[in-house]
């Protein structure tokens, strides 16, 4: 596609619910990446992929996160039995490194988590 | 791990006068250093980017700078526009890991 595109855009969840995030990231970029961003805050790294591997999964914040890309494009971002302390913008990027440089990244519109 | 500081945190502008915006970083090892404008509900947009092999990068009205002996970069915008209105973060990784660590933001508002 013409750019990363996550779903939904808005999320309330109850408390306790498990909530699953999508993204679609443009067509044939390699690295994944999702982020969580606070409130006022910057995006602080969850988690990456190359492909379909999960190369880095040091930034989730606890067991209830998990992630997936079994394919190598569409990933997945579950969160179970949600706190109010999850509620932040989910902001999922990709990029198409050549494995010799960083490239700079293309971000989603993000999904806006509310937990009540 | 890598640690970035960013200043300062919010910065008003007079139309047409110059912004500049600082960041430092912990980890010696990076060598990519990106910059993204975030306009409010929106996603964040690369502007600019530099690498650790060049001390300067210009593209129109912006320009990084980098310093890897102070372990310092810095986002230079001359001209303003009203359209430069928004939050600005400053963000720096190394080669093979991608995995990016953002400053803390710094809200710039243009005064028309």
């Known amino acids: 596609g013409a750019g990363v595109s996550q779903s939904p855009r808005y999320k309330v969840a109850k408390r306790g619910q498990d909530v699953a995030l999508r993204c679609d990231p443009i067509?044939?970029?390699?690295?994944l990446f999702w982020y969580q961003q606070a409130l006022g805050q910057g995006p602080e790294f969850l988690t990456y992929f190359q492909n379909e591997a999960q190369l880095d999964k040091s930034g989730l914040p606890s067991d209830r996160f998990f992630a997936e890309r079994p394919e190598g494009s569409v990933s997945t971002l579950k969160i179970q039995r949600t706190q109010q302390e999850d509620s932040a913008v989910y902001l999922c990027a990709s990029s198409s490194p050549t494995g010799e440089e960083n490239y700079g990244y293309t971000f989603g519109s993000g999904t806006r988590l509310t937990v009540v | 791990g890598e640690n970035v500081e960013q200043h300062p945190s919010t910065l008003s502008v007079q139309e047409g006068d110059s912004a500049v915006i600082k960041c430092t970083y912990s980890?010696?090892?990076?060598?990519?250093f990106p910059w993204y404008k975030q306009e409010l509900g929106k996603r964040p947009q690369l502007i600019i980017d530099?690498?650790?092999?060049?001390g300067e990068k210009k593209d129109q009205r912006i320009a990084v700078t980098l310093n890897k002996t102070a372990k310092h970069f810095s986002l230079h915008i001359t001209e303003t526009q009203p359209e430069d209105s928004a939050v600005y973060f400053c963000?720096?990784?190394?080669?093979?890991?991608?995995?990016?660590?953002f400053g803390t933001g710094t809200r710039l508002t243009i005064i028309p």
């Open positions: 530099i690498r650790s092999n060049v």
């Open positions: 963000a720096a990784s190394y080669f093979g890991n991608e995995k990016l660590t």
């Open positions: 067509s044939g970029h390699v690295s």
């Open positions: 980890d010696s090892a990076s060598n990519y």
